[in-house]
């Protein structure tokens, strides 16, 4: 069998229910046509085979940028044996190393490729992706649901839901304790302080002290990514639970948040990661330091989504996976069949390969408008006042005595 072609199909989906997105703001706020609202694009790749086995996967990380790059990729593809997909892939990695350091850009054109791979090769063999992943453990994964509001987190509970999330560095353990009040200590709650602006260290360490007696799922990127010593502040001053991860990319990328056990949970994106490869050997990283194994899927699409319920059923540190369960109503046209949910839970298919494929005419009704927003609105209270339009990346809470009696 040999690659004979490489397809994008990238489109422009929707906003989803802002009011059960877990983050202050808006999810880009940008107005377009076709009644869409947002700037989130799902991109899609599809590798097509001489013996007419077809695979599919999704990129992210930028994906109007990652299409020109799954393009570029491409033709190192040609003629390869695409059951060789740990070959292909270091490969592509050293095609890429070239033009610099492997970020979530180039991690997310192989991730797509990647995926579909596997696909391929399942198909190929008659089996899903998670027989060759070395078979199931769980049949369905647990899900958490997005709620910054009693509505949200109650109307989650209700279907079933038992992990919530919500988000933002404004009043954050007040919410958490409204949030604690509305559900009981049926439901776990994790917050997401993601920035921009992130907390200093020292802000961060407060805040994490403050959400103890919530006992915390987890708190997640409490500062900004690259600052690690911070995450070790942070470990040293709070017993909470810490999670982050999903803006590095590969086994490099993850390596020191796991080795020198920043966090209890890790966070690849599915769709930015590296592919299914590489979150085999991420989680098997994070099994070795007893870390928690919980993919990021907040801004991706259906595809990706598969691709995580096969890694998750065959690893023994899955922990949950993230789930919009108030998305976009286009999201379930977009693929072929929806996954299929039950008691908070998705089940995780049988099908061979990742039993997933999108319908591309629905998929071309929706082409990208725009991939780039600032997804945070003044109301939102993120920034101090007077701020906002400064865009800071990392803030020091100002008015301290003020923000820390509110949160």
């Known amino acids: 069998m040999k690659i004979t072609e490489v397809k994008t ?22 107005s377009f046509s076709k009644n869409l609202t947002g700037t989130r694009n799902w991109l899609f790749v599809k590798v097509y085979t001489d013996e007419g086995v077809t695979g599919i996967g999704e990129c992210s990380g930028w994906p109007r940028v990652i299409q020109t790059a799954v393009q570029d990729l491409s033709r190192l593809l040609i003629g390869e044996d695409p059951t060789h997909i740990e070959r292909i892939w270091q ?65 989650l509970k209700e279907r079933g839901v038992t992990a919530i999330k919500c988000g933002g560095v404004s009043n954050p353990v007040k919410k958490v304790a409204m949030l604690r009040e509305a559900v009981g200590d049926e439901v776990d709650i994790a917050i997401d302080l993601h920035g921009p602006p ?61 080795e020198r056990e920043l966090v209890d949970v890790i966070q690849p994106d599915t769709g930015r990661a590296g592919g299914i ?23 991706l699409g259906p595809v990706a989504e598969y691709a995580a319920l096969h890694v998750l059923s065959a690893i023994p540190n899955g922990l949950i996976l993230e789930r919009i369960e108030d998305d976009w109503e286009g999201r379930e046209k977009t ?47 993120s920034y101090a006042e007077g701020t906002f339009r400064e865009h800071v990346y990392v803030q020091t809470r100002t008015r301290r005595a003020r923000y820390f009696k509110d949160t």
Request: glycine share 12%; charged share 20%; net charge negative.
């Open 9 to 30: 199909f990238l489109m422009h989906a929707g906003a989803p229910n802002l009011k059960r997105w877990a983050a202050d703001g808006s999810f880009g706020h940008e």
């Open 91 to 155: 490969k592509m990695a050293i095609a890429i190393m070239g033009h610099g350091m492997t970020g979530t850009v180039g991690a997310g054109a192989m991730t797509g490729i990647d995926m579909a791979l596997w696909d391929i090769k399942g198909k190929a063999l008659g089996v899903p992706v998670w027989n060759l992943l070395g078979g199931k453990i769980r049949d369905r994964i647990r899900i958490y649901g997005h709620a910054n509001t009693a509505e949200a987190a109650l109307s």
């Open 198 to 258: 992130w907390l200093t260290p020292a802000d961060a360490a407060q805040v994490c002290r403050a959400l103890e007696p919530f006992n915390m799922m987890w708190v997640e990127d409490p500062v900004a990514p690259e600052n690690l010593e911070g995450f070790r502040r942070i470990r040293e001053h709070s017993s909470v639970t810490l999670a982050a991860g999903e803006r590095q990319a590969t086994i490099f990328g993850e390596r020191e948040l796991i």
């Open 277 to 299: 490869t590489q979150m085999k050997k991420i989680a098997a990283m994070a099994e070795a330091h007893h870390i928690g194994f919980a993919p990021h899927s907040g801004s």
């Open 335 to 381: 693929v072929i069949p929806h996954p299929r949910s039950q008691d908070g839970h998705l089940l995780v298919p049988d099908a061979p390969g990742l039993g997933v494929d999108i319908d591309e005419a629905f998929v071309a009704q929706f082409p990208s408008e725009g991939n780039v927003s600032i997804p945070i609105s003044e109301a939102s209270g």
